[in-house]
């Protein structure tokens, strides 16, 4: 059975960080692409990140640009995301896809999702 699992979320203070965890099984993470996205309430789904298979690519969303970092572990079957330098507006529903390969910008392309994690930040 093909599964995602996020972990790692909580609540932390402005100015804090989180790591969170996308652990994949049934499948291995060696051929796909891997994207964070978040949902907030009233608000639509919005692309974070993704890490691609081929090379390592990276891709961030502006609003998350160096304050963010992707990072993969094929050994662990497991992508990260180090999400620091929190901010209120990045309190959402963070989710972790898989596309096979490549990266792509549209999150209509991933397959596999999680059931994703809540992030909030607040004080």
């Known amino acids: 059975q093909v599964q995602l699992v996020e972990s790692g979320g909580g609540l932390v203070q402005p100015g804090g960080s989180l790591r969170l965890s996308c652990a994949a099984s049934?499948?291995?993470?060696?051929?796909?692409?891997i994207g964070w996205f978040r949902q907030a309430p009233g608000k639509e789904r919005e692309g974070v990140s993704c890490i691609s298979s081929s090379d390592g690519s990276t891709y961030y969303a502006d609003s998350v640009k160096g304050r963010f970092t992707i990072s993969r572990d094929n050994a662990k079957n497991t992508v990260y995301l180090q999400m620091n330098s929190l901010k209120p507006e990045d309190t959402a529903v963070y989710y972790c896809?898989?596309?096979?390969?490549?990266?792509?910008?549209?999150?209509?392309?991933?397959?596999?999702w999680g059931q994703g994690t809540q992030v909030t930040v607040s004080s």
């Open positions: 896809a898989a596309l096979f390969y490549y990266c792509s910008g549209d999150a209509n392309d991933f397959g596999s």
């Open positions: 049934g499948f291995t993470l060696d051929y796909y692409a």
